[in-house]
């Protein structure tokens, strides 16, 4: 990981460094594998080495991909660097070994959950059962962050496309996308099983790796794949934008009012041993509504991300190719 | 000692390499790329500091005894996808600067913004 990321300094063409990107968050996930973290490098891999990488190429291809050679005072930056790294690996060896189970990070609330949150949540995956019902609240900051964002990039980029210019870019697009067949065929059969496969990432998220998070990144990326191979107003046509608006919304609305439900019961915010008669049914119910929740929103915001940069690009080609004809 | 901390150096490295691309390079796209790098050295350490020797990944099954930390997995699951987010957010700036200065390099835009002080303030003191 650290010779791709020194390649990445040395590299000039963007392109090159967005690639080796998408190697590091991929060897990254691999690294949490071998850590344990399964959930977590599910995360990695389907949002580091796919989307992100993804979204940078999109942006390259509108800002150009050649980097400037001229640097700016390279060494006194070299000095801060040098020097704040070596404070902190000065400050590494008052760290607990790497591994020993007596660290003080293990001594607090963790042990709790792995005792305990089989009798009181009933899922056996305790990343989820953390996620979902201890840390809920937190969660929902987290999935409320997304959707700003996703507001954010909805205000910054938004072109609103004049009605009779449609038609003419939606031939320029579909005549660039006529190409590719096999990569087309091949994509079309297998777009149903990666939307499968992001369901079953849903609701197996109680019992192994997984969970709406998971679910939402994989499902945008189905049809983000769908966007790609067959052109933005071919994708426009299948999934309604203003609709997906609206999902983005809902899902952020369907967490909050699985909190404001276990308040009505009386209990806390978020706290769903009311919302059944049972205690763990109860837990379950809540923990399947918010991830339903957290799935929705993510899978909204990150096509409602890639829409709109595509549709940028879409509105400066569709420019440049007015004024070459004039 | 030298393979117990072993994983907070390469921590450190990466953060710095990270750090060293945003203070010296002038590209904005690059400096995001360098921002990536310091997160995920971040989203290491974390993940590092949960695991536990001898120690399975935390989903409860009868035959398990041990379990790694889960919930450092937790923070970062969520900090991934939000750092995804805030990444978008800060890519779709460069677009609208590389809109409006026709440019991505940090120095061009200094140049230009310093041209038009300028002429606003031949303009103030004719």
Redesign the interface.
């Given at each position: 990981m650290v010779v791709v990321a020194i390649a990445i300094i040395r590299m000039k063409d963007l392109f090159a460094v967005v690639m080796l990107s998408g190697i590091y968050s991929l060897l990254s996930a691999s690294f949490f594998v071998a850590m344990d973290a399964v959930d977590v490098a599910f995360t990695e891999a389907a949002v580091g080495a796919g989307i992100s990488t993804l979204l940078m190429l999109v942006v390259i291809t509108m800002t150009g991909h050649k980097e400037n050679t001229t640097r700016h005072k390279p060494l006194p930056a070299l000095i801060a660097v040098v020097i704040t790294g070596g404070l902190l690996i000065y400050g590494t060896l008052d760290m607990p070994y790497f591994g020993s189970a007596d660290a003080p990070i293990h001594s607090h609330v963790a042990s709790r959950y792995v005792t305990d949150s089989m009798q009181e949540i009933g899922v056996p995956n305790i990343v989820t059962s953390v996620l979902a019902s201890y840390r809920a609240f937190d969660t929902f900051g987290e999935v409320v962050v997304i959707f700003t964002a996703g507001i954010g990039v909805l205000a910054l980029l938004a072109v609103a496309r004049r009605p009779e210019d449609v038609e003419e870019i939606d031939s320029i697009n579909d005549s660039m996308h006529e190409q590719h067949l096999v990569i087309r065929i091949v994509t079309k059969m297998l777009i149903p099983f990666i939307l499968l496969f992001a369901l079953y990432v849903q609701f197996h998220g109680d019992f192994g790796p997984g969970g709406g998070f998971q679910a939402g990144v994989i499902f945008a990326a189905a049809i983000i794949l769908y966007a790609m191979l067959f052109g933005l107003s071919t994708a426009r046509k299948v999934i309604n934008q203003g609709f997906i608006h609206l999902i983005a919304a809902v899902g952020v609305l369907i967490y909050g009012s699985v909190g404001i439900a276990s308040m009505l019961n009386g209990g806390n915010f978020l706290d769903y041993n009311v919302l059944a008669i049972d205690p763990i049914a109860g837990q379950h119910l809540g923990i399947l509504l918010i991830e339903w929740g957290v799935g929705c929103t993510v899978a909204s915001t990150m096509i409602i991300i890639f829409f709109n940069f595509a549709g940028r690009r879409e509105m400066q080609q569709y420019n440049e190719n007015k004024l070459n004809k004039s | 000692m030298l393979?117990?901390?072993?994983?907070?150096?390469?921590v450190?490295?990466?953060?710095?390499?990270?750090?060293?691309?945003v203070?010296?390079?002038?590209?904005l796209?690059?400096k995001?790329?360098?921002l990536?790098?310091f997160q995920?050295s971040v989203?290491?350490f974390y993940?590092?500091?949960?695991?536990?020797?001898g120690?399975?990944?935390?989903?409860?099954?009868d035959d398990i005894v041990?379990?790694?930390?889960?919930?450092?997995?937790?923070l970062?699951?969520?900090a991934?996808?939000?750092?995804?987010?805030?990444?978008?957010?800060g890519?779709?700036?460069?677009?609208?600067i590389?809109e409006s200065y026709g440019s991505?390099?940090?120095?061009?835009i200094q140049l230009q913004d310093n041209e038009i002080k300028d002429e606003s303030k031949e303009e103030a003191q004719p």
């Open positions: - | 393979m117990g901390l072993f994983n907070d150096w390469i450190v490295i990466l953060m710095m390499i990270g750090l060293y691309i203070i010296a390079h002038g590209n796209i690059k995001l790329v360098g990536t790098i995920t989203f290491i993940i590092s500091m949960a695991k536990v020797d120690g399975t990944a935390p989903i409860l099954s041990q379990y790694s930390n889960p919930l450092p997995h937790v970062i699951l969520t991934i996808v939000v750092g995804i987010a805030t990444t978008a957010l890519l779709a700036l460069v677009v609208r590389k991505i390099e940090e120095e061009e």
